[in-house]
Each structure stands twice: as C-alpha cells, then as structure tokens.
C-alpha cells in the first residue's frame, strides 16, 4: 500500500502545473486587461485581446493602454483606440445634428427640419408633433384662399383654413372690429406710397420740403422744425403737409410733367380743376404772383378717404390734368392729375397732406420732432424718398 502510494505521487509530480481555470500562468491576466501574460490558450484572454504566441495580446482597432494606440489616438476605457477628446467632446447636437468646428468656433449643424444653437427647434417649414422629431409641416402643401391661412391641429394633426387676423366672415371679406378695409385688405393703420412718379430718380428735387412740427408762429418762414429737428429748407414756417418738388421747374412741367398717384386704396370726397397753373414766387417781393392775375388763383387739388378715416388731398395740380370724380374709387398707384403750380405756389411741385380721422393735418415722416410710427409704408426708400410700394 505505502509502495503504490509513492509511485503515483510520482507520477503527478512529473506533470507540469495546470492552472485549475484553463488560462494563463502566473503572469495571466487578472480580469482587468493589465497586459497580455504568456502562458494563455485560447478562450482564456479578455475579450478584446486574442492569444498568441502564448501571450493575450490586443486585437486590432483596441488596446490595454494608451501604448497600443498609434498617436494622436488613445485608449478609451472600453479598451478602443480612439482620436483624443476634441472641441467637440460632449456636444451632441440635442441628437438632431453633427457638431463640428468651423472658423475657430464649435457650432451643431442641423439636420434638415431643424435649426438653433442645439438643434432643438424646428425649422421654418417643419413641425414637432409632441415626439421630439420635427418633421414637415402638412400646411406647406396645404392650400388656403385670400385672406385665410392654414391651421394645424397638434392632436390631430387635422388641417383647416381660417381667416387671416383683421378678417371674418363666411368668406374671410370682412374687418374685424380694429381693422379697416384698404382695396382688398385689412389693416390696423392705412400707410402710403410715395405719391408722384419718379422714373429713374429724375422727377423729383431734394430735400423735401416737409411738415412743421413746431405748432408756434415763427418770426420768419425760415423758422420750423421738420421730423428729424431740421429748419429751412426741410420745412418752413406753419407748412401743414410735404412738398415734392419737380425736378427741372416749368420746362418740365411743360415737357409733360409726372403723375400724381394715390397714396394708398380710397375713395374721391373732392376734386377741383381748371384754374391757372402757372403761379410763382416773385423775386422782388418774395411773395406769391399768378401772371396775369391780380390775385393769387385757387388751387386745382384731390382729396381722398381711406378705410381707417384718414384723408389724403394732394394739391397745385396742373390744370386739366384731373382724371378723377368724387366718389370714384381708386386703388393706391393709380393715376389722379399731373404735378403743376396752381394756387398758391411757388413753382411746380406736389403739396401732399395727410389728415387724422379727428382732422388734424400730420407729418407723415416718423421721427425725434414729430410721432415714432410712420404714415409711409417704406419712409426710407430709395433716392432718399418714400418707398413707392403700396400696402
């Protein structure tokens, strides 16, 4: 019995070590990817690593440490070789886009449908159903009719067409309390056009000569003050309106002059023609002349209402230039007379006065010395006039 004993203690003595869990050695891995160990088998690496040659060693692409990654790339702590943080590390777009650095400065660029800093709105065009994603808004390729616009139910997602704000009605044709009718729409204000023609810039003389906002009698007709605080000549003394003056004096009125159009959609409450509209300034006296009269001639003028109850008269019209009734309706650029000198005027030009539903004559100009809000639909328009656009 002690003889057998002995002969297979000997026996397993002369066997070599086996690790009791199949893998490596003594230098084997310890579960945290320290390194590759000689002595592995397969199966016994991590799972990043393969064995070779006796060692566990990593598989392309990954790593045990920042040694195994070929520069500038580093050891992530999934074991991947990947780029070094950069600018745009922890900045995910909101998931709605790609961040990248452009010009120095790191920015998201959206996917289509989204816009913002993060790509977390949507854009123009595109809507959020309550999911987060934005996807093309149905009332893009939703058709309305005048004055109506599409509505989107969120819930739904239904579509309907309503009336566009200042409009109701069955047929959206009417003004809501706060609205005024002006041609074919509604507005909260009526504004204007500029009220002559100017093709190429070549009708009209600056500055114009504008509304005096300094309700006081001046010592002189040099003393005013125009919308921006300017005197003479940007406005003269008690000057109730603004005045156009044709460029090229009487040679041009006499060439054909240029129209006079209505400001804004209306309706004629008053037309005058027929009378001399040749009056000037006298040099010597400085005062008013209408050759060949002893007196100064009435003026040939237009008056217009609008919707909102303002007036517009336009006024020293040439004579037999008049193309308009009173109650003829015109709509804003149409046609009313040619630019003249009639009444009391000192050559030809255009005097335009816009007029309160109270009464009161106003500059139409917004400015530090006359009202914040403009009367003009575009005032700063080109050439340095009123822009000639219609509301």
């Known amino acids: 019995m002690t003889h057998g004993r002995t002969v297979a203690l000997a026996a397993l003595i002369s066997v070599p070590f086996l690790s009791l869990a199949g893998g490596c050695d003594s230098g084997a891995d310890d579960g945290a ?5 000689s002595g592995c088998v397969t199966g016994s690496c991590q799972p990043w690593q393969l064995c070779q040659e006796g060692q566990c060693v990593p598989v392309q692409g990954r790593c045990d440490d920042g040694a ?3 520069l500038p790339e580093v050891c992530s702590a999934e074991h991947w070789c990947t780029p070094p943080p950069g600018p745009c590390a922890g900045v995910d777009c909101s998931g709605n886009g790609t961040c990248a650095e452009l010009g120095g400065q790191v920015q998201c660029v959206c996917d289509t449908g989204y816009e913002g800093s993060d790509c977390d709105v949507c854009a123009d065009g595109y809507v959020d159903f309550g999911d987060g994603s934005c996807v093309p808004d149905p009332c ?25 704000d200042g409009y109701t009605g069955d047929d959206c044709d009417e003004c809501t309390d706060g609205y005024f009718p002006s041609g074919r729409d509604c507005v909260s204000e009526v504004l204007f056009a500029l009220p002559l023609a100017n093709p190429a810039a070549a009708m009209i003389d600056l500055p114009v000569i504008g509304f005096d906002n300094n309700p006081a009698a001046g010592s002189s007709d040099l003393d005013c003050e125009s919308y921006l605080g300017q005197p003479f000549p940007f406005c003269y003394d008690q000057h109730n309106g603004s005045d156009f003056m044709l460029k090229g004096g009487f040679p041009t009125m006499d060439a ?13 409450i008053e037309a005058h023609d027929g009378e001399f509209d040749r009056c000037r300034v006298d040099i010597l006296t400085q005062g008013i002349v209408c050759p060949g009269y002893d007196y100064v001639t009435p003026p040939n003028f237009v008056k217009l209402l609008h919707g909102d109850g303002k007036q517009t008269w336009y006024w020293h019209l040439k004579r037999s230039s008049v193309l308009v009734t009173v109650g003829q309706y015109v709509d804003c650029g149409d046609p009313l007379a040619l630019v003249g000198s009639s009444g009391l005027s000192s050559a030809p030009h255009l005097h ?17 010395s006359s009202q914040p809000g403009s009367h003009w639909v575009e005032q700063d328009g080109p050439d ?5 656009v219609c509301q």
């Open 384 to 388: 340095g006039l009123p822009g000639a």
């Open 140 to 164: 893009e390729s939703f058709p309305c009719e005048e004055h109506r616009r599409c509505d989107l139910d969120l819930q739904s997602r239904a579509t309907t067409c309503v009336c566009d």
């Open 256 to 268: 054909g002059s240029t129209e006079v159009r209505a400001a804004a959609p209306g309706e004629v």
């Open 352 to 368: 335009f006065v816009v007029v309160t539903a109270d009464g009161d004559a106003v500059d139409p100009f917004a400015g530090p």
């Open 68 to 70: 195994d990654c070929v």
């Open 33 to 37: 990817g320290a390194g590759a160990a």
